[in-house]
């Protein structure tokens, strides 16, 4: 009865990119002045959204609509090494909303709304860069039934390093085999299009303390000074 269901099931996207302002990179969580004035600007300006969808009463759940832990940021590190003079551009995801609408035997129909975080370092060449993510809907035992890439271009302020940005994907269609098929057999995963080395540095959490590093190379030139 599922493969039917798998086999029909499409994916509808329009996507509509809106910058809002330059305000968080990853080293602000080094910053604890600045991530608290990041955070009462996201609030404002996120806290309230919503998916906009119908309001109708649902035959039953929606889908979990959630980031892929591995594919959560995207740090672009040069000959990969794990130093913020490398880093060239980075991504996070910020925030996430998402609705639901369906009843009867009708399609599931999903919107979502994300808010990413995107910065550039010393290693970033230009003010634009385009981003990739991707969203999938998978079924309860975590196959993956449909999946689609989305590019984000971005344009850095300028004489900024940071800015927000949000992105609505407005019309994820996962049709049903019957009015006894809910929302709670689905997921919608999504995550940057990411390198297995970036997935190794999301996976062990890893994260940028400049003053350690600077600290560290700066005991390692006077190390070098001690020997001459």
């Not at 919107?111 to 060449?125: I, R, S, Y």
């Not at 540095?201 to 001459?228: E, H, I, M, W, Y």
Request: hydrophobic letters at 35%; glycine letters at 8%; a positive charge.
């Amino acid at each position: 009865m599922r493969r039917p269901l798998i086999a029909a099931l499409v994916l509808a996207f329009a996507c509509s990119t809106v910058p809002l302002h330059a305000a968080f990179a990853q080293s602000s969580k080094d910053d604890p002045e600045q991530e608290a004035k990041d955070k009462k600007k996201k609030e404002e300006e996120w806290g309230d959204k919503q998916a906009p969808l119908p309001q109708l009463r649902n035959a039953g759940p929606c889908p979990y609509v959630k980031v892929l832990y591995d594919a959560g940021r995207y740090i672009e590190l040069k000959d990969n090494k794990e130093t913020m003079s490398a880093v060239g551009y980075t991504g996070e995801f910020q925030g996430l909303s998402s609705g639901c609408a369906y009843k009867s035997a009708d399609p599931i129909k999903v919107n979502v709304e994300l808010l990413f975080a995107l910065g550039k370092g010393p290693q970033a060449t230009a003010n634009q860069h385009t981003y990739r993510y991707w969203v999938a809907v998978t079924d309860r035992n975590n196959e993956v039934i449909a999946k689609q890439y989305f590019n984000l271009p971005v344009t850095f302020p300028a004489g900024q390093d940071r800015t927000l940005v949000t992105d609505k994907i407005q019309g994820i269609v996962i049709p049903r085999a019957a009015a006894t098929v809910s929302g709670g057999n689905f997921e919608v995963l999504i995550g940057f299009d990411v390198t297995p080395e970036m997935v190794q540095f999301n996976r062990l959490g890893k994260r940028f303390r400049p003053n350690a590093v600077a600290t560290q190379a700066d005991a390692g030139q006077s190390g070098q000074s001690a020997k001459q």
